[in-house]
């Protein structure tokens, strides 16, 4: 199958990111190398962006420019007839390019300019508008190719966007976009597609396509990933563990129970990273706060706690009894209804099998423990800052992942909180490894699951329309 | 392999891999469709954790226990004919409590069913899937000869029980499993009861205590209705009072009206209970066969949404198209020593000072500086105009040093390096490099930067010792008092 391939040469002067901008819409850390110096990257690179099953996106690296000033007065002195135009000096530059040694690799951008569909130019908007840099759009309005001025480091350095936005509208580039490989924003990335869109009229519905499909990987993401952390939520609050009813059981279970909640949250944090595509090799090498897995802000440590703004003087286990008086009552009517069905043995048989735990344990003076709402807090605080932190991280990032920012009044807690936890810690089957010997199915379990989702959109959604306010 | 197949075997490695796919099952997806790719992958990735096998299994374990039940209620049915109807002298049956007895159980639990069926959450009852676990897990045990398991029976057991029984085809299977079991019961009766009745002799008899003969004949006149339609010999209302304990008939009589109740018994047991329940039954079965039909991968789920990352990833392998002649990268070498420089560096005599890119403030600073030892103006580099101006100014100059006041945060590129060489104008120019930096600056990012101006400035024979760093504070009240001593 042929694939249909719009190409795009990404140029720029050396150091302003180019290689962490592919990385980052790539969603790919590996790509290239990345380094604060000029000339790290020595090759034209490539990389395909999948559209769909039958249009890529094809997406080159390019060597910064570094000597503009040197290859402008190069190129302008090409000894050219008078209907000669910019491509036909950069033609005849690239014939005679071994009197140029020292611009090999100004060289391959030139020959990227001209065999690819569309430019972006990556500018560090932090940087003054030099010479060096004027002459670098000029050499590339000889290659006549529609230019996308790519603003990088807003965040950083967005006292001189102004700046940079006025020169390049003198140049004619009005339709730039302003993006941050390190601190990402989707809406940028979007726009950069779109500004594409824009200026590749014949190429309209491929690159329409294109968005869309980001848009719905988008979304389908940040909908898994609500899952995700609902599921955690539901698992932590329906583990528990048996103790009998003394001192030195009870700190043993209570041990076993962290244990366990810990690893709930390892395996929901390697999901999530999955899921972002960050890879737990990109994280090592990255230095990231979290160990061999784990985190190294340990959910149960006295600091952690008061980074969340939470006393750490509760006790963190809470007895699954109390729950036990209002189930019975619930059995009880359970058994009235299928008493009327004519299922009497089976419900006997199936209350047994639910309630027996309890009851058993209740006689024999066990205790069943569980995390307390503290640490379920905790839990969800930490997961909805890792989430949005994982969203605006770029895959040019090089600093740490630091959730130290989380404050607790930022995470309310919704409304039905309450209920959830109460709703999950009556089914201790909901999680395998508590070997509940109750009935498997999980309908309901899903149904909490979706209720808990649907809860995290909607905060995730005012986050968003606050952030659009500001 | 159906699509139904390929799709539970699908669900099958999600449940063996979750939480997250394994990246070891390479193919070319990318030419595939999303469809394609998971069946193709669902392929591979079957051959390594063999769940087929395990499904076949599961599959065929539920069709026994299912099965073998059939057959319990179709021996039960058949027992109860002969338990029940024929009393202990054998030669007569009472019509009306068999039709109690066949029929009134069924309409019941008819009812019963439709309650639960049509109320969705009746049925979700964990205790009836309880229930059905344990026979099914009883079953399994009974039958399960190979010993070695596979590591994730019991998960796939509870995937697949889930699957079945669970939200999306519980309803369905439920039913249609109650229904092939019912059938099975009243098959079972029926089929006894022709038996029955083709090696007894019985007469039909009715008997009441407190019920009027008018019931019974309204309820022979109802029940007679669908045969008399179809012309089948069956009783008359005469022949209900007839019927009537101690009413005895001529023998030819006797016979016909025998056979016309025994028709009547047989046809409502099985037009009325057998015939509904079995096309219950089929409609549930086709119901099961849709709901295989339409059964989709939730994509939505984490799982294969990292699985969709793995076959169809949004960035595609990278490839080199124009590599780099100049290999072995001379940066990579680089001294590990920390960057030297000279504290001390004695400005030269007759040199030529020349600013580099640097901003207002350190421009000033660099002003300053050149007033303190020399007496020409500082030209900022800033475009190939001033360039041109700086050099020529140079050359008029006639210096034998050259000093390069430039700023430490900006990064050296080849472009420096080239307007660097320019300044040799002529062969015995020796180079300075002045870096200037704000003490307020990253310490690491200005040690990582010195290193690149050392190594930069290198390769223009600038070496260590012609090469100063002014590290200023910038702080209002310092510079005020330049100011002053100045
Ligand atoms: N904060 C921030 N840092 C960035 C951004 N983009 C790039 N960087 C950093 O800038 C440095 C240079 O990035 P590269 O991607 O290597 O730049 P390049 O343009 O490819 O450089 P050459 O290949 O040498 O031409 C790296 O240290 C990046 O981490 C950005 O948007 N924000
Ligand atoms: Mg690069």
Redesign the interface.
């Known amino acids: ?1 042929d694939k249909d391939l719009l190409s795009v040469a990404v140029v720029g ?3 302003t990111g180019k290689t962490s901008l592919i990385r980052t ?4 850390a590996s ?2 190398e990345i380094a ?4 790290t990257t ?9 559209v769909d ?1 039958n249009h ?1 996106l094809v997406i ?1 690296d390019t ?2 420019l ?5 290859l ?2 190069v190129i302008d002195e090409q000894s050219i007839s008078e209907h000669d135009d910019g491509i036909d000096r950069l033609l005849s530059f690239i014939k005679n390019e071994n009197n140029y040694p ?1 611009l ?2 100004e060289l ?1 951008v030139l ?2 300019l001209l065999s690819n569909d569309i430019i972006f130019y990556v500018i560090d908007i932090r940087e ?1 508008i ?3 840099y ?2 670098e759009l000029k050499i590339l309005s000889y290659a006549a190719k529609p230019i996308i001025p790519v603003l990088n480091f807003i965040e950083a350095g967005s006292d001189n966007m102004r700046n940079w936005q006025t020169q390049l509208a003198r140049l004619n580039l009005h339709a730039h976009v302003s993006f941050d490989s390190v601190v990402f924003r989707f809406s940028d990335e979007l726009k950069i597609y779109q500004k594409m869109q824009t200026l590749l009229a014949h190429r309209d519905q491929q690159l329409e396509a294109l968005i869309e499909q980001r848009k719905v ?1 988008w979304q ?2 940040e ?3 609500q ?2 952390i609902a599921t955690l939520l539901v698992e932590a609050a329906a583990c528990r563990f048996r103790a009998d009813n003394n001192e030195q059981s009870i700190a043993k279970t209570s041990n076993q129970l962290q244990a366990s909640i810990r690893d709930l949250e390892t ?1 929901t944090l ?2 999530l990273l ?2 972002y ?1 960050f890879k737990q090799q990109d994280i090592d090498q990255y230095d990231l706060p979290i160990q061999q897995g784990q985190w190294e802000l340990d959910l149960f440590s006295t600091d952690n706690l008061q980074e969340f703004g939470i006393k750490a003087t509760s006790n963190f286990v809470k007895g699954a009894g109390i729950g036990v008086a209002v189930d019975l009552v619930a059995a009880g009517l ?1 058994l009235g ?2 008493a009327v ?3 009497v043995m ?2 006997l ?3 047994k ?2 309630y027996y735990d309890e009851i058993h344990a209740k006689v024999k003076g066990h205790r069943y423990l569980c995390a307390d709402d503290l640490t379920l807090n905790i839990l969800w605080a930490r997961q909805l800052s890792l989430l949005i932190a994982l969203q605006q991280r770029g895959h040019a990032s090089v600093t740490k992942l630091s959730l130290a920012q989380i404050n607790s009044e930022k995470t309310a807690l919704p409304k039905a909180w309450n209920q959830w936890l109460k709703n999950a810690r009556q089914h201790p089957q909901w999680l395998a490894s508590n070997n509940s010997e ?6 309901k379990k ?1 149904l909490l699951i979706k209720q808990i989702s649907e809860s995290l959109a909607a905060i995730s959604n005012s986050n968003n329309s606050n952030t659009n306010k500001n | 392999m159906d699509l139904y197949q390929n799709r539970l075997l699908t669900e099958g490695i999600r449940i063996i891999e979750k ?2 796919p394994s990246n070891r099952f390479n193919a070319d997806y ?4 999303l469809t394609d790719a998971l069946s193709k992958r669902t392929q591979l990735a079957d051959l390594r954790y063999q769940v087929s096998p395990v499904l076949l299994h599961l599959q065929q374990l539920l069709k026994f226990s299912i099965g073998l039940i059939c057959v319990i209620f179709l021996i039960v049915g058949a027992s109860s004919v002969s338990q029940f109807l024929v009393n202990e002298s054998g030669t007569q049956i009472n019509f009306f409590w068999a039709i109690v007895l066949f029929i009134a159980p069924n309409i019941l639990s008819l009812i ?1 069913w439709s309650i ?1 069926y049509f109320k969705r959450h ?1 049925l ?8 059905l ?1 344990s026979m099914l897990t009883l079953v399994d045990k009974l039958q399960h000869k190979v010993t070695t398991k596979h590591i994730h029976y019991i998960d796939l057991f ?1 995937y697949y ?2 699957h079945k ?3 999306y085809m ?1 309803r369905v299977q439920l039913s249609m499993i109650s229904h092939l079991w019912w059938s099975c019961y009243l098959l079972g009766a029926t089929l006894s009861l022709f038996l029955v009745l083709a090696t007894h002799q019985v007469d039909f008899i009715w008997q009441t205590t407190i019920l009027s003969e008018d019931t019974f004949l309204k309820l022979t006149q109802w029940l007679t209705y669908l045969p008399n339609l179809l012309a089948i010999n069956v009783p008359t209302p005469s022949d209900v009072s007839h019927a009537s304990i101690g009413i005895v008939n001529p023998l030819q009589v006797a016979q016909e009206i025998r056979i016309s109740w025994s028709n009547l018994l047989i046809f409502s047991l099985i037009v009325y209970a057998l015939l509904p329940r079995i096309i219950l039954m089929l409609v549930f079965y086709q119901g099961i066969k849709q709901k295989k039909k339409n059964f989709q991968l939730d ?4 799982y294969y ?2 699985l969709k ?1 793995i076959l ?15 290999k072995a ?1 001379p ?1 990579n070498h680089q001294g590990k020593e920390t960057s030297q420089y000279n504290q001390s560096l004695v400005m030269p005599e007759n040199a030529y000072p020349i600013a580099i ?1 640097l ?1 207002q403030r350190i421009l000033q600073q660099a002003d300053k500086h050149v007033l303190k030892h020399y007496s020409v103006d500082l030209i900022n580099v ?6 041109q101006a700086a050099l020529s100014a140079l050359k008029s100059s006639a210096a034998e040093h050259v000093i390069l006041y430039v700023d430490v945060n900006r ?5 420096w ?3 660097a060489k320019k300044c040799q104008y002529k062969s015995n120019v020796q180079l300075y490099l002045l870096l200037f930096g704000e003490q307020s600056a990253n310490k690491a ?1 200005i040690a ?1 930067r010195l290193e ?1 101006w050392v190594e930069i400035a290198a390769k223009v024979n600038i070496s260590s010792q012609y090469i100063s760093y002014l590290n200023q504070s910038v702080t209002p009240s310092n510079i005020h008092q330049e100011v002053k001593n100045g």
């Open positions: 199958m002067h050396a150091n819409l790539l969603r790919d790509f290239g604060d110096k000029a000339g020595r090759h034209v690179e490539g990389a395909e962006i999948r099953d890529n080159y060597p910064g570094e000597d503009s000033i040197h402008l007065s020292e090999s690799q391959k020959k990227a003054p030099l010479g060096k004027r002459d990987q389908q993401r909908k898994a990933a899952q995700l395996s390697n999901q999955a899921l595509q359970t209804a299928a069905a004519g299922g089976g419900v048989w199936g209350v099998q639910r109750q009935p498997p199915l999980k309908a899903q | 939480p997250s990318s030419t595939l469709n019963i639960v009746v979700s009852l964990p205790w009836l899937a309880n229930l676990l509870q029980f889930e029984f669970g939200a519980g994509l939505s789920d984490a949404i990292q990352n169809h990833p949004i960035g595609k392998a990278s490839f080199i198209s124009d590599a780099d002649q100049h990268n940066n890119e901003n800033l475009d190939n105009a001033s360039q990064v050296p590129d080849r472009g390096l080239s307007f990012k990582s690149d």
